[in-house]
C-alpha cells in the first residue's frame, strides 16, 4: 500500500493559508457591513417624508445586516 499522508509541514502550511483567507473574507464582509450601514443611512435621511419607503428599506438593510453578521466569525 501506497502511503498517502501528507506531511505534517505541508497541513500546517495549508491551515495557515486557510485562516488567513477566512481573516481577508471576514474583513471584506466587516467593510460590506459597514457600507450597508452608511448606505443605509443616506437613504433613510432622504427618505424622511415616505415612512412607507423608509421602513422597507431598513426592513431589507437589517436582514441582510443579521444575514452578514451570522457569517462571520463569531458572529450570531
Known amino acids: 500500500m501506497k502511503d498517502s499522508s501528507i506531511p505534517l ?3 500546517e502550511d495549508w491551515i495557515e493559508d486557510n485562516l488567513e483567507s ?7 464582509l466587516k467593510i ?10 443616506l437613504v433613510l435621511e432622504h427618505c424622511k417624508e ?5 421602513d422597507y428599506i431598513f426592513r431589507v438593510y437589517s436582514e441582510a445586516l443579521q ?3 451570522s457569517e462571520l466569525p463569531g458572529g450570531q
Open 9 to 11: 509541514d505541508d497541513m
Open 22 to 28: 477566512m481573516d481577508m473574507i471576514a474583513e471584506v
Open 32 to 41: 460590506q457591513q459597514q457600507g450597508a450601514i452608511e448606505l443605509t443611512k
Open 50 to 54: 415616505d415612512s412607507k419607503t423608509q
Open 67 to 69: 444575514l452578514v453578521s
